[in-house]
């Protein structure tokens, strides 16, 4: 028997595009981040990091944005802030409810991000 995708068990297009959303809510919210979001639009910001993730987990959307290595190159972005980032998905993931080893999977793809994310 296969598993279902993290895709699927996270709820599919719509609800990975709800976590999306909670994340980029706690960014706004969170002081050692959140100046770095001023000047988004946060409809594309969700819209890109909800494809990112439905691609990322199995799920047939098309990510319309740029490589992570291209898209944060030059804003020197410090351990704290990736940190800050790693915990507003944590805790996006609790306000709807995900259980520890599907936020165990995220953790670890968000981590095997870092090298391309963090001082580049
Ligand atoms: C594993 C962790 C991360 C992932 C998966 C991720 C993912 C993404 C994605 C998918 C985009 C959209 C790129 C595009 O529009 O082409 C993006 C943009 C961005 N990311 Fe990250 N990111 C991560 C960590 C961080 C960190 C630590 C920061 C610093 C606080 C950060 C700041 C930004 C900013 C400022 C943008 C541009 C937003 C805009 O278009 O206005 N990211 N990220």
Redesign the pocket.
Known sequence: MSEESLYQRLGGHDGITALARTVFNN?CKNE??KN??A???PE??VQ??G??MCAGFGGSEK????D?L???TG?N?SDE??N???ND?MSALDTHNVAQKEKDEILV???S??PE??HV
Request: charged residues 20%; proline residues 0%.
């Open positions: 960014h050692v981040i770095r979001y000047k988004s639009d594309n910001v890109k990091v494809e990112f990510y319309t944005g740029e992570m291209t898209a944060h804003m972005i802030e990736f800050a980032v790693v998905v793809a968000l981590w991000m870092r994310i963090v």
